[in-house]
């Protein structure tokens, strides 16, 4: 039996933006300037997770020592300086992702661990215009982040759809972790690596990109049969 899709509901870096490695050059050369590198390794353990949860998980590595405001300013001036040189670009299938949903009149929601300054700068970078969204939720407004389904539920809760009619795209073990305890079908959608066996047991799908989502969608999803 199909389950239809009422909503979908996307994250932002790596999966609609191509920010996720702005941010790894960010963390990376300002913790190395500090003296404390970051290897690829531990920086992915990070991934999809809060600025919040992120420092966290620093001082756990390296200690109560660790120049935390420091880090936080050098970090956050780099990736702005970037994305100032660079720009933001989306990634492939967005488009034609976000086309279809309208065209079908399926809203869509945004459920983004960064916080809102964030998300509203990456969002103005990439040229995307927010109003395409019913709903941006980011990391600050719910009491978890990610791996919790914290960010989820309340996504659901504004789109006053239930998480089992909604379809999460992410591309991160964390966020798929986050969609699936939600009760989302999960679309994952890998960036900077490729997904952990926990977070492929949790997927409803793994697929190569966007692209792939929108054909997902107009063959309708069809969960028990999913392997």
């Not at 997770?49 to 300013?73: H, I, S, V, W, Y």
């Not at 309208?102 to 990439?126: C, F, H, M, N, R």
Request: aromatic share 8%.
């Amino acid at each position: 039996m199909t389950r239809p899709v009422e909503a979908v509901v996307l994250d932002m870096d790596g999966l609609m933006l191509d920010t996720e490695h702005l941010y790894k050059f960010a963390w990376q050369k300002a913790a190395s300037q500090l003296g404390y590198p970051l290897d690829d390794s531990f920086y992915f353990t990070l991934v999809g997770k809060t600025n919040a949860a992120g420092e966290d998980a620093l001082t756990g590595r390296f200690g109560q020592d660790f120049p935390m405001a420091n880090f936080r300013q050098s970090w956050s001036d780099i990736w702005r300086e970037t994305v100032r040189a660079e720009g933001i670009p989306l990634k492939p299938g967005l488009t034609d992702l976000l086309e279809y949903l309208e065209g079908s009149k399926i809203p869509a929601a945004v459920a983004t661990s960064s916080d809102q300054e964030y998300a509203a700068l990456s969002l103005g970078a990439a040229k995307l215009d927010p109003q395409r969204f019913v709903h941006i939720v980011t990391g600050e407004q719910v009491a978890k982040g990610k791996p919790a389904p914290d960010i989820y539920l309340e996504a659901a809760r504004r789109l006053g759809v239930k998480p089992g009619g909604c379809l999460a795209i992410e591309d991160s073990d964390a966020g798929i972790l986050s969609a699936s305890g939600a009760g989302m079908m999960a679309v994952m959608v890998p960036d900077l690596k490729p997904p952990s066996n926990e977070a492929r047991h949790a997927a409803f799908r793994v697929v190569s990109s966007l692209h792939d989502v929108v054909a997902l969608l107009r063959q309708g999803t069809q969960p028990e049969d999913s392997a």
